[in-house]
């Protein structure tokens, strides 16, 4: 979904208090920076993440020091998921956009794929969630399973969920 222009305003607005709080608060580098972004799962770029992504980038930074900050692997420990590859890590980018935590991620592959682990899926298969997630990005798509079918069809009309 495109951003309205009140909405990019926004979105430079959050990119440009982050920078300058890693730049005169932290103290970091653009590239010291960018190495944090990634290894937190934001990818390499502010101007690739939705105003969600960066409101959590700045919630991030403005938690402490970079020793407080979670890495990835705080992250993979919390959620009980190992390494991933370099797709592994831009899907749990994706995910972590979408609000899914790891267990709707491992019910939504093991639908599909039977398979509940994505270092189990052979490439064809990485490339289809990949697909389906930016789908899903892309349409605002977040799957909330609270609402019930005939809340959702109340809500837009259709049932997304079966």
Known sequence: ?????KQEQYAKSLRQTIMIKVKREKGWSSEEFHQYLASW????????????????VLSIIDAGTEASVPSMQDYRAKYG????????????????????SNDRFRKFIGKRYGIVHWNALDSRQKSGVIVML???????YTN???DTKEE???????DKHG
């Open 41 to 56: 799962g934001y990818g390499d770029s502010l101007r690739k993440l939705s105003i969600r992504g960066l409101q959590e």
């Open 144 to 146: 909330d399973t609270n």
């Open 81 to 100: 998921i190992g390494q991933f590859d370099k797709q592994g890590d831009f899907v749990w980018s994706m995910l972590r956009e979408l609000g899914w």
């Open 152 to 158: 959702r069809i109340a809500t837009d009309g259709t």
């Open 134 to 140: 930016r789908k899903y990005l892309s349409t605002n």
């Open 1 to 5: 979904m495109a951003m309205t222009a």
